[in-house]
């Protein structure tokens, strides 16, 4: 992320800058897991469980076949620096649909072997930026996914929304926001627990309640912030 030339540098590393500067009283010895595995409960650097984020809404953001390969090789090092889990942002995607969601299921398995937790966060019912057919096909792998653990739909698109925004991605022709075959009812069959993502604290009662009245949904909780997915600008 704040390696030089990556497009993340710029961005990313004042805020690692800041969250590193470690003040270790002298008489202390600094816990080694401050180094070798910074995002452990027992380096104590952050509170609750720590995911590491891939993917997301920018132009280098598109998950393909051979990322995801290449991921592969990555989840023991994820685990071994102390992340709980693994958030896959799927909102851009590029290659076809059938082998693209074979992909994913593998690293989905992938992480859980590892002892990683693994969420799915999408623009809200599906990814925006896709092929239609890569869609359905991406929805039905998520549904039918036994290593999937939290589901966290984006209830936004600009991140500004005054409440939560509970429109559908549409996934083909005839579809619009409010009526699309990428559905919360098709995405219902989950065995996840469903964290939506949201612009705003305030908005998760409304969120909770929708979920609740439309589809006998629980919601957990999830929202902005360190640590949270929150939509690129």
Known sequence: MTAPGQYTEEQCKPCFLKELHINVPSEEAPSEALFSRPFSAEAGLHKGLQFL??????????????????????????KA???????????RTTGGGEALAAAFLEAFAACKRAGLLVMVATSHSAPWDAPDSTKDKLVDAWVRSPDVDLFSPQLYTMGYEAE????????GGGDSSFKSRCSWERLKGMRAKWVPSLS?????????????????????VRGRGRGRRVREP
Do not use: M, W
């Open 164 to 171: 939560p925004s509970f429109e559908q991605t549409p996934c």
């Open 200 to 220: 705003a604290a305030a908005h998760y009662p409304n969120a909770s309640a929708f979920f609740e009245a439309e589809l006998d949904i629980t919601t957990q």
């Open 53 to 78: 984020a891939v993917g997301g809404a920018t132009k280098h953001s598109r998950f393909s076949v051979d990322l995801l390969k290449a991921a592969l090789e990555q989840v023991n090092a994820v």
């Open 81 to 91: 620096a102390g992340f709980d889990g693994v958030t896959f942002d799927i909102e």
